[in-house]
């Protein structure tokens, strides 16, 4: 039997025999651990429920040692009395084969969110495929998920007990910090940073930031700004406040917007387009992949064509009302070393 490329040991959620949300506080990628699990599922793809401790996952010492300890913990916490009698909770074992292949079921799809915010694997470094198709549309909440056709009965139930639930979303996506705490980043917001998104240490998301899935940083960056799904921002970048940058979303979803390192989004300005290293975008002006700008030698050409190049600083003529594009060097001030020395 072949190895994993990755593995998790998590606890799943399900309501009526649908899963609404898994937490995998035990992950990693291909290794001794994964051909561990791999060995328990009997396949190195998969998900399986357990029902104790996998024999070949010792308690005496080692990694196999804190692997048993760690499911030890979660059927305990499996099947510990709770109010919500409109669940099932469970300790699920998931290796994935090839992380380039797509994603099948909701806790692969699950595993591969945990595996991008705990930083094992960078933006578009595993398949995420038909993610929305397989991930359900869940009611967060302060005592938990509940499905959403079933909302009104369990609210209803749980009033009985003096419980009122206290809604804090409806998406497919849970916040990360729900899940995923990473060292070395400050977010000021935690509802503003979804499951999958990728913080390296050193990364500042301020209180109007925001990251999504499949997207994030790569070095030290102040995030005051969004990064859309599929954005990926390099080191020492400034995203100023209420600026954007467009994500894969939307228009086909196969343009993937790169920033470079030491760039700066003035505040309210935004990008279409891929940055180089040690670019400006002057605040409020938003560069779309068909803004016309006019280069220093005079030519006028669309936005796309300069995509990706470094030491660009587009502004504004605040007479004519052109976007220019002027060739630049050396740095813009970098970033405050002590607003990012988040330890």
């Known amino acids: 039997m072949g190895g994993a490329a990755a593995w998790g040991i998590g606890l799943a959620t399900a309501s009526a025999g649908r899963v609404l949300e898994v937490w ?3 992950l990693g990628l291909e290794g001794p651990e994964a051909d561990a699990l791999a060995r328990v599922i009997g396949t190195a793809h998969g998900t399986v429920r357990l029902q104790r401790r996998p024999d070949d996952l010792p308690t005496g010492t080692g990694g196999g040692a804190a692997l048993g300890a760690v499911v030890e913990h979660l059927l305990a916490a499996s099947a510990a009395p709770t109010l919500r009698h409109d669940l099932e909770r469970a300790v699920v074992a998931t290796v994935i084969a090839d992380l380039d292949d797509a994603p099948e079921g909701p806790e692969d799809a699950l595993l591969r969110l945990h595996l991008l915010s705990h930083r094992h694997v960078l933006p578009h470094g595993c398949s995420l495929e038909g993610l929305f198709s397989l991930l359900p549309n869940v009611v967060r909440s302060d005592i938990g998920p509940f499905d959403v056709e079933r909302f009104d009965d369990a609210a209803v139930a749980l009033a009985a007990d003096g419980v ?5 979303g409806i998406d497919r996506f849970p916040r990360m ?3 995923v705490v990473p060292t070395g980043v400050r977010i000021a917001d935690a509802d503003r940073v979804r499951l999958g998104a990728h913080l390296a240490p050193g990364t500042t998301v301020m209180h109007e930031g925001f990251v999504n899935f499949n997207a994030g940083t790569l070095g030290a960056s102040m995030v005051e700004g969004r990064i859309s799904a599929g954005v990926v921002v390099g080191d020492g970048t400034d995203l100023g406040g209420g600026c954007s940058i467009m994500g894969t979303l939307s228009g086909g979803g196969t343009e993937v917007v790169r920033v470079g390192e030491r760039c700066l989004i003035g505040a309210n300005a935004g990008i279409g387009i891929s940055l180089g290293d040690d670019c400006i975008v002057e605040a409020g002006l938003y560069v779309t992949a068909g803004t016309k700008v006019t ?4 030519r006028i050409v669309a936005a796309r064509t300069m995509s990706g190049r470094s030491g660009m600083l587009f502004r504004r003529d605040s007479v004519t009302g052109r976007v220019m594009l002027l060739e630049r060097d050396g740095s813009w001030g970098t970033l405050n070393a002590d607003l990012h020395a988040n330890e």
Do not use: A, N
């Open 295 to 298: 280069l220093p030698d005079g």
């Open 177 to 179: 910090t729900d899940f």
């Open 164 to 168: 009122r639930p206290r809604v804090t």
């Open 24 to 26: 995998y506080p035990r």
